[in-house]
């Protein structure tokens, strides 16, 4: 079967959520290829993994491909790189993001590494799923460390906004030869459905999606925080205002053209996301487009993230950007050189 290369994907399907669209996508990897195999926590019937991701997978495919692990990222991400020198493709699930700390190791010194190593004679096909816990699981589950891993050569990290990117980037990232970081938002996972493409439909890796085009001012942004990208737009149209939204999707590989040729066709951007403000992917952004386009900016890049502080368990202490402050963000960067 030949896999259909979408940038964006548009093919009727039926409805999913974040969950049932991570689903599709692995069980048609599966069905595609004998040598995806899965590993991780209570993964297997009847639990089908914390998020409910591969439910249904183990009575369809067996306990041997489908494979529930102790509760050992170590060992997890060890038998998933050991498993990929021996020809399998496999996918493992580490519960929620904090925890690859726990297997960076393997993640960063051997995954990562041992094709540039071995002069190319040994890919690590890999792919990690893991869950940002958005707020609601306090300081040790909720952690957006998205740039740690941005940070490391020969690892590939995205991070879908929505259903139908979720499916077209896990099945890209299943059958890419580097190890892979699939990042989800849990806040995503509970939320509407959206139809999702049936069938083996894939979005590239590094390919950026202009989801709103816009003459103003640039948006980037990624997962969880491109919806209020995009309502904040739709609200300060209303005032005449417009705002180009960009969802990232691939961190690394990053499109830089998309970035570089939006903002310099708008003449201002702003960097959207849940990762700390300090050190955060938008600091690389930023610095990619002044580095780029120094003099042709109207106003330095903004960059709008979370305080450089452990996420509080109370949700009432707002510490991501909201529709409210991104709007204010926007239009402050839009009105301060009309006001010139």
Not at 53 to 75: F, N, W
Not at 79 to 90: D, E, N, Q, V
Not at 306 to 312: E, K
Request: glycine share 10%.
């Amino acid at each position: 079967m030949t896999a259909l290369v979408s940038d964006s994907p548009q093919q009727a399907g039926q409805s999913l959520t974040m969950s049932g669209a991570l689903n599709a996508a692995l069980e048609c990897a599966m069905g595609l290829d004998p040598k995806v195999i899965c590993l991780g926590e209570d993964i297997a019937e009847p639990i089908g993994g914390v998020f409910k991701t591969m439910k249904g997978l183990s009575a369809k495919y067996g306990a041997d491909r489908v494979r529930a692990t102790p509760i050992s990222e170590q060992a997890i991400l060890g038998a998933a790189i050991g498993a990929s020198l021996g020809g399998y493709r496999p996918v493992a699930e580490i519960m929620f993001f904090d925890f690859t700390m726990v297997c960076a190791d393997q993640l960063a010194n051997h995954a990562a590494k041992l094709r540039y190593m071995s002069g190319g004679q040994t890919p690590v096909p890999i792919t990690v799923c893991t869950t940002i816990g958005s707020g609601r699981f306090g300081a040790q589950h909720t952690q957006s460390i998205e740039a740690w891993f941005m940070h490391i050569p020969g690892l590939k990290v995205v991070m879908p906004s929505n259903p139908a990117d979720a499916k077209g980037l896990l099945l890209s990232c299943i059958f890419d030869d580097d190890p892979c970081l699939m990042i989800q938002h849990s806040g995503l996972l509970f939320g509407k459905k959206q139809p999702v493409p049936d069938g083996d439909v894939r979005i590239p890796l590094g390919a950026a999606s202009v989801v709103r085009p816009g003459s103003e001012v640039s948006v980037i942004s990624y997962g969880a925080f491109v919806q209020p990208c995009l309502d904040a737009a739709e609200e300060l149209a209303t005032e005449g205002i417009s705002v180009e939204v960009i969802d990232l999707r691939s961190l690394s590989p990053l499109d830089r053209e998309t970035l570089v040729e939006s903002a310099a066709r708008t003449g201002r951007a702003a960097v959207v996301h849940g990762a700390t403000t300090f050190c955060g992917p938008g600091a690389e952004i930023a610095a990619l487009l002044q580095e780029e386009l120094h003099g042709r900016l109207s106003t330095p890049v903004r960059r709008l993230g979370a305080p450089y502080a452990p996420i509080p368990f109370a949700t009432e202490l707002e510490v991501f950007p909201t529709t409210a402050r991104i709007r204010e963000e926007l239009r402050a960067l839009v009105q301060g050189r009309r006001d010139d």
